[in-house]
């Protein structure tokens, strides 16, 4: 299993800082193995990330609201999840964190368990990407999807690294919010000719459809400081300026490259969105209409 690097340990912060109320919308907590055991057929496993240090990382980013998605690493046990929204919401009198199930909870766990998740402020259910894992079936996803209507959440799809326009068959047809992670994986190269960006920017003009704007390291085909991306967002933000979120992913899962500043990464954020009306949608306001954040 290759050995993944562990995140920057030490950001800084933005400048300016954040919006108040501002929201991270992806990232993941792991660790520890000793009391959160990844699952046999794990695809990686990561340094111990854990809820306390990213509750630090969010104080020094200025970031006061987030959601917390279920690594592929721990597969239908969202232990790790349920302990840190109890823990990062407490002392709140309203939700600050709110969490994303990955999808196999939902062919894997009985009603009780689900309506455990919901409870405790789990929201919407990401649909990994091949290879990480986690596979569901045509007819489990069928029902995945059936049982994710019923509960009232959102969809999220992860795309492949060769980008998502091959994967959008089971979920463009869905009326309920779906939310697309890391713009589509569109190739920068390409740019606006790249067919996971047009059929992104297809999909985006129907209400239901959402798009993350993260990956940013990731996508760059010229690394920091992630010029060619820029374009990218802005031409989903354009598209859609009411239904783009952001995230930082951290703790950068499966990164090969070491991963940013976290402080970067939202700095790079200003660049998507340079109007301080376009950056409070994108940081405040649209992760508050699609999660549910308490006013």
């Not at 920057?8 to 800082?17: A, E, M």
Request: hydrophobic share 40%; aromatic share 8%; charged share 20%.
């Amino acid at each position: 299993m290759t050995d993944y690097l562990p995140f920057d340990p030490h950001p800084r912060s933005p400048d300016p800082l954040p919006p108040v109320l501002a929201c991270d919308s992806q990232f993941h907590v792991f660790g520890p193995e000793s009391k959160y055991p990844t699952q046999p057929n794990a695809a990686y496993t990561m340094p111990s990330a854990n809820w306390e240090t990213a509750r630090e990382l969010h104080r020094t980013l200025g970031i006061q609201r987030g959601v917390i998605v279920q690594a592929t690493t721990y597969g239908a046990d969202h232990s790790v999840v349920l302990d840190a929204l109890q823990g990062l919401n407490a002392g709140h009198a309203s939700r600050r964190y709110l969490g994303c199930a990955n999808a196999a909870v939902l062919v894997e766990r009985d009603e009780a368990y689900l309506q455990k998740l919901h409870d405790a402020g789990v929201r919407g259910a990401r649909f990994s990407r091949a290879g990480l894992g986690i596979t569901l079936t045509p007819a489990q996803l069928q029902r995945a999807l059936a049982i994710v209507t019923e509960l009232g959440w959102y969809v999220k799809v992860q795309p492949s690294p060769a980008g998502i326009v091959d994967q959008l068959t089971d979920f463009q047809g869905l009326d309920i919010p779906v939310v697309f992670d890391h713009m589509g994986r569109p190739s920068p190269e390409l740019g606006a000719r790249d067919p996971s960006l047009e059929r992104l920017v297809e999909l985006l003009r129907n209400e239901n459809f959402w798009v993350m704007l993260s990956l940013s390291e990731k996508i760059s085909t010229k690394g920091q400081p992630w010029d060619d991306v820029v374009p990218v967002a802005q031409a989903l933000i354009d598209v859609a300026p009411l239904r783009c979120i952001w995230g930082s992913d951290w703790p950068h899962p499966i990164s090969t490259k070491q991963p940013p500043n976290e402080g970067d990464l939202l700095e790079l954020l200003y660049r998507f969105a340079p109007d301080a009306a376009a950056l409070h949608r994108i940081l405040v306001s649209n992760p508050a209409h699609l999660f549910g954040f308490d006013e």
